[in-house]
């Protein structure tokens, strides 16, 4: 969950991976497990960045708490 909460802050695997000192294959990895967990998409891949999906957005918002 703290992944997907830093991936919403930043808006952005590598900086996310930054912050978390994380490799970028780890925080993909973290979120394809975070998906299969929930059974929902919780991110869109959009061009060469990275867009929450609503249930993304909400989830991230829970782990922000």
């Keep these: 969950m703290k992944v997907l909460a830093a991936v919403a ?6 900086a ?7 490799s970028q294959p780890s ?5 394809s497990r975070l998906e299969v967990a929930t ?4 991110v869109q891949r959009a061009g060469r960045g990275i867009r929450l999906t609503p249930e993304g957005r909400l989830l991230a918002g829970r782990a922000a708490e």
């Design 27 to 31: 925080v993909s990895h973290h979120l």
């Design 9 to 14: 802050r930043h808006g952005s695997v590598t």
């Design 39 to 42: 059974g929902a998409k919780l």
């Design 16 to 22: 996310a991976a930054r912050e978390l000192h994380y």
